[in-house]
């Protein structure tokens, strides 16, 4: 450009002068490098020594000497103690039965006699009993609430009127009051006095037979007691007395 000042060139031998050193330090590498690979070449090989740590390995060896065997001990038998016991699991108990509550029986009716001249008839009854030798009757409560019935039953209607039929027979009266079985009625009506209205049954082969009968169980005995007035108007302590003498079915 016309502002641009020409640089001035170096002559001829100015500008090869770097060139060739470097060409000049170029072949001092090259012959340098040729000649180490020639005196590793022409080095004579030398024979190796063995290493201490061979010899040592060598003088160490011992020389092998031939084993003798030796017999095994046969092991002493150690005895076998015997198994520990194992409890065996046991079967479990079977469950108690459960309690069976039956609820009691109901107490039979009271067999006792409905007032005192009953219950001395009936003794005395059995006391004749013993006598001919025959067991004494049982006091039943069917039997006596129904001979009860019936003497009361009699008395308000005449007690000197005897009749075995004024509410049905002796079995139906007995049947009535719970009995189950055959019976046999005697009646009598006199003093309030067990003795005299025993000794009047037994007087009477009919009643005698009934009281002395041996098919006989069971017994009941009742007696109403009143005053009795006849028709003159006199007034008389009077007992109605009916005995049953049963046969259980």
Request: with cysteine; net charge negative; charged share 10%.
């Given at each position: 450009m016309p502002r641009d000042t020409p640089r001035p060139r170096l002559p001829l031998c100015g500008r090869i002068r770097p060139w060739s050193g470097l060409l000049i330090v170029f072949l001092a590498f090259v012959v340098a490098s040729a000649g180490v690979e020639y005196a590793s070449s022409?080095?004579?090989?030398?024979?190796?020594?063995?290493?201490?740590?061979?010899l040592r390995a060598i003088v160490s060896t011992p020389t092998p000497v031939p084993a003798i065997p030796v017999p095994t001990p046969e092991p002493t038998p150690i005895p076998?103690?015997?198994?520990?016991?194992?409890?065996?699991?046991?079967?479990?108990?079977?469950?108690?039965?459960?309690?069976?509550?039956?609820?009691?029986?109901?107490?039979?009716?009271s067999a006792a006699a409905h007032n005192e001249l009953s219950a001395s008839v009936m003794s005395l009854v059995n006391q004749k009993r013993a006598e001919g030798g025959l067991p004494s009757l049982?006091?039943?409560?069917?039997?006596?609430?129904?001979?009860?019935?019936?003497?009361?039953?009699?008395?308000?209607?005449?007690?000197y009127q005897l009749s075995h039929a004024l509410d049905g027979t002796p079995g139906d009266r007995a049947a009535r009051a719970g009995y189950s079985?055959?019976?046999?009625?005697?009646?009598?009506?006199?003093e309030a006095n067990s003795q005299q209205l025993v000794d009047l049954w037994m007087s009477s082969p009919p009643h005698q037979s009934i009281i002395m009968g041996g098919q006989y169980a069971d017994i009941?005995?009742?007696?109403?007691?009143?005053?009795?007035?006849?028709?003159?108007?006199?007034?008389?302590?009077?007992?109605?007395?009916?005995?049953?003498?049963?046969?259980?079915?």
């Open positions: 022409v080095r004579p090989t030398a024979t190796p020594r063995p290493t201490a740590r061979a076998a103690s015997p198994p520990a016991p194992v409890a065996l699991p046991q079967s479990p108990a079977p469950a108690p039965p459960q309690p069976v509550f039956d609820p009691p029986p109901a107490p039979p009716p049982t006091p039943n409560a069917a039997l006596i609430l129904a001979a009860q019935r019936y003497a009361e039953l009699h008395f308000e209607a005449e007690p079985g055959g019976v046999g009625e005697v009646l009598v009506t006199a009941g005995v009742g007696c109403a007691v009143g005053l009795w007035v006849d028709p003159n108007g006199n007034a008389f302590e009077t007992a109605r007395c009916v005995g049953l003498a049963g046969v259980p079915y």
